[in-house]
């Protein structure tokens, strides 16, 4: 007697598809559960090292006045 059908893919696409196959929801803030301690320990101190926009660009003017400064000397 011949062997029987171990699988099939039959019907499975059309199944899939008839409430249609969603991406993954893309979160704002990824959870940071389970994630390694020594890794976000890391990117807190990063967080706190970057400057916000408004005072970047005033950070920037600053340099700029001194790079003009050190040049004219």
């Known amino acids: ?43 807190r101190f990063c967080k706190k090292g970057n400057l916000k926009p408004a005072k970047q660009l005033v950070r920037a003017a600053e340099r700029k006045a001194a790079r003009e400064a050190k040049a004219k000397k």
């Not at 011949?2 to 993954?24: E, F, L, M, V």
């Open 1 to 43: 007697m011949a062997k029987s059908k171990n699988h099939t893919n039959h019907n499975q696409n059309r199944k899939a598809h008839r409430n249609g196959i969603d991406k993954p929801k893309k979160f704002r803030h990824e959870s940071t559960l389970g994630m390694d301690p020594k890794f976000l320990r890391n990117q």
